[in-house]
């Protein structure tokens, strides 16, 4: 199945950059999706971007123009690059995959970013 394995969190001032890295095995072949979900202490999980295996991306109204996610197929790595960070992205971050399967269709992202892969997730802290 599907592994994930994050890194690149820390701690940045606000208006500083991190970028994220989420690198993946135990893919093969076909449809799928890539996504960074977020889940700050206390509030809910949010889906923060997605990417599927066509290059569409989709991100939170939030962090448009801020963060751009993307992908090195060589390197089976997924990335998260985020600029401009705010006291508001302090969170957990997770990266999530579905893979297409005789059974499921990906779509992407899926209806509430419910992925069916997660990696162990990566903490974030912005300071003001």
């Known amino acids: 199945h599907v592994q994930l394995v994050e890194s690149g969190g820390g701690s940045v001032q606000s208006g500083g950059s991190l970028r994220l890295s989420c690198i993946v095995s135990?893919?093969?072949?076909?449809?799928?999706?890539m996504g960074w979900i977020r889940q700050a202490p206390g509030k809910e999980r949010e889906g923060v971007a997605s990417?599927?295996?066509?290059?569409?991306?989709n991100y939170k109204a939030s962090v448009k123009g801020r963060f751009t996610i993307s992908e090195d197929l060589k390197k089976n790595t997924v990335y998260l690059q985020m600029n401009s960070l705010e006291p508001e992205d302090t969170a957990i971050y997770y990266c999530?995959?579905?893979?297409?399967?005789?059974?499921?269709?990906?779509?992407?992202?899926?209806?509430?970013?419910?992925?069916?892969?997660w990696g162990q997730g990566t903490q974030v802290t912005v300071s003001s």
């Open positions: 999530a995959a579905d893979v297409e399967n005789p059974d499921y269709t990906v779509r992407c992202p899926p209806r509430g970013y419910v992925f069916g892969n």
């Open positions: 135990g893919y093969s072949s076909g449809d799928y999706c």
């Open positions: 990417i599927d295996n066509y290059g569409n991306t």
